[in-house]
């Protein structure tokens, strides 16, 4: 099936080739280079060619950037990054005016007027009001402002007028000694200097009229009386000499053209059947990556049609670019990408993780999606919307302030005195318990995580923890006790003993009991539970350390506890996890029972087993296969 749909894509290629003519014999190229950008067409052209296209480009090959006019007779900007119906615009002199807090910056009025041939649509633009504050019309103004600006924001630092705004509502309306303007923003936070930004994101689109006449091989122009017209054939020579010669050429390249179009297409199928016959490896995984391709992009539409409305926002790269402002606030990496600090038209700020490209074939993009949208809980982070345009892929979550668990528990204290004191940290514990029984218990759906650690759980800015990242995720109805896994998954240090070792006893929602539990110890600890870069010999196996301290009744030596309170919170951590750590799936806890663990008084708590296991050596580690998150 595969090799038949391969064949009919190659030969589909092979008619257009052959029927591709109209603009061919143009003077104008069908793509051109200027600076970065590579393979440009219309309705973009050099500005040595302006017949070519609708915005033209100059200073190719000048630094930083080269020149972009929109409009015949407009103004010239830098053309920063270019994408399928979008460009977006550096305006130099605004950069100056607002890096030194300069009022000129106010001068501006960025507008561009559609013309018969194309509609422009500026994202990022602003409406304000600039309102002009001497003596003689102060009186005016105030009755103006009582007026119209009833709960906007004014900016008065400049002198002879002040600025009013709106964000991101804008002004509609225009009073007496007021004009408007519109800038670019990349911000709804700070003063008004900052908020402005000299990058601007056009979207265009070509008329009807216009896309129909060029791709019949015409040039987009208007009569006398400024109406649109289609001109076909304007460069063909008049004279019969002049005629005949490019007629001759005209042919010779179709000939060309398609002879090597045949050439090309005879070479591919004959190496397509060699490769078939021998059974390359490379052929096998070529067919796979092409029909995973495509399952992915079914499974992402199928999620769309069984959500309906319910399905979170689906965002456009164009407009993850623009509400990360091009990326410029990293808060973050790892192996599968990176987080960008953003924020939404209604100046809701949000964590963008833009995945990487080659990372797996999207299985773990559509599991978060899907797992992550079926929740509704304080302490599940929520996700906001996602994109899968080609091969970019990302997902926009609420914004954690505090960031992630990890960078308070490991992080070196002095003089004894912990980052996050005993109420708080018992207070996470407790959060992440709740959050797992929802996953495990309160949704239509059983959702396993499979990968709980320090590192994916985030902190708001009460310090209220909040569970993501579900790339390994795996659903199942709530009647499964077991699931099954074609592989490990999960990371070195929190993954249950029976995902590697199957003869230990089922996977199921107590697989999240054990990674739980062992991310407790360490918050307790301020510490890995086990270094694998010390020797082995030396190495001390902290789970084993506190077990012991517990079963001769002596103070667990845990830093920065200042009253028996704490004690009494820190004990009833351990004692849970400790049940929650043991190597049998049966002998662990649900996370029902792990909060009445947490819920209820020391006294009450019984005492688990030794946990045996899984201190897992360096040898261990290393040839363990499993999915790093």
């Not at 410029?328 to 993780?353: D, H, I």
Request: charged residues 20%; glycine residues 8%; hydrophobic residues 35%.
């Amino acid at each position: 099936m595969a090799i038949t749909s391969f064949v009919i894509f190659l030969l589909s290629l092979l008619l257009i080739l052959v029927q591709a003519k109209g603009r061919n014999a143009s003077t104008c190229p069908k793509s051109f280079s200027c600076g970065n950008f590579t393979d440009l067409s219309f309705p973009f052209s050099l500005s040595t060619q302006p017949d070519c296209g609708m915005m033209s480009m100059s200073g190719c090959d000048a630094k930083p950037y080269p020149r972009i006019q929109l409009v015949p007779g407009g103004e010239w900007y830098y053309a920063l990054e270019m994408h399928n119906s979008s460009v977006w615009l550096g305006d130099p002199k605004l950069q100056t005016t607002l890096t030194q807090h300069k009022c000129q910056a106010f001068n501006k009025n960025f507008s561009i007027p559609n013309s018969h041939f194309m509609s422009f649509h500026m994202v990022n633009i602003n409406k304000f009001f600039k309102c002009i504050s001497t003596s003689n019309n102060a009186r005016n103004i105030t009755h103006k402002k009582n007026d119209h600006f009833v709960g906007y924001n004014m900016y008065k630092g400049c002198e002879g007028f002040n600025i009013y705004y709106n964000l991101p509502k804008g002004a509609d309306n225009l009073p007496t000694n007021c004009s408007l303007i519109r800038l670019p923003i990349h911000s709804t936070h700070g003063d008004l200097f900052n908020m402005l930004g000299p990058e601007i994101l056009i979207e265009w689109k070509l008329s009807d009229e216009c896309n129909e006449c060029h791709y019949g091989g015409g040039q987009c122009q208007t009569d006398k009386a400024n109406k649109f017209s289609c001109q076909k054939d304007a460069k063909t020579p008049t004279s019969s000499t002049d005629q005949r010669k490019v007629t001759t050429k005209r042919k010779m390249g179709e000939l060309i053209l398609v002879t090597g179009a045949s050439l090309s297409t005879v070479g591919l199928l004959a190496l397509l059947l060699f490769c078939f016959r021998q059974k390359k490896l490379w052929y096998k995984y070529l067919i796979r990556f092409w029909e995973s391709n495509a399952e992915d992009h079914q499974k992402v539409e199928e999620f769309l049609k069984n959500y309906g409305s319910y399905a979170p926002n689906r965002y456009n790269y164009t407009d993850i670019k623009r509400i990360t402002n091009r990326f410029r606030s990293k808060l973050g990496q790892g192996g599968f990408g990176n987080v960008y600090r953003g924020s939404l038209r209604n100046g809701s700020e949000v964590a963008v993780k833009v995945l990487n490209e080659l990372k797996g074939s999207g299985e773990d993009f559509i599991n978060e999606v899907a797992s992550i949208s079926r929740t509704s809980h304080v302490n599940i982070v929520s996700l906001v919307g996602f994109c899968f345009e080609g091969h970019k892929r990302a997902l926009v979550y609420e914004f954690m302030p505090n960031g992630s668990l990890e960078k308070f528990i490991y992080e070196e204290r002095s003089n004894g005195v912990r980052q996050l004191g005993w109420p708080i940290l018992y207070k996470i514990a407790l959060g992440i318990a709740r959050g797992l029984e929802y996953l495990h218990r309160g949704c239509n759906t059983r959702i396993l995580h499979f990968d709980i650690k320090p590192h994916n759980i985030l902190l708001d800015e009460d310090f209220c923890p909040k569970v993501s990242d579900f790339g390994l995720a795996k659903m199942c109805m709530k009647q499964e006790s077991v699931v099954s896994m074609l592989g490990p998954r999960g990371t070195i240090g929190y993954i249950a003993p029976e995902i590697v070792c199957r003869n230990l006893g089922g996977v199921s929602h107590k697989s999240d009991v054990y990674s739980y539990g062992m991310m407790v110890l360490e918050m307790v600890g301020g510490r890995k539970n086990v270094d694998v870069g010390v020797d082995r010999t030396s190495e001390i196996y902290f789970p084993h350390w506190l077990y012991r301290r517990i079963e001769l009744d002596e103070e667990l030596q845990l830093i920065g506890i200042m009253n028996e309170e704490e004690n009494e919170c820190a004990k009833k951590m351990v004692i849970a996890s400790l049940w929650c750590i043991q190597t049998d799936p049966s002998n662990r806890p649900s996370m029902s029972k792990v909060l009445e663990m947490l819920e209820g008084k020391l006294d009450s708590l019984q005492m688990p087993p030794k946990p045996y296991l899984f201190s897992p050596s360096r040898s261990e580690v290393d040839s363990s296969v499993v999915e790093l998150a």
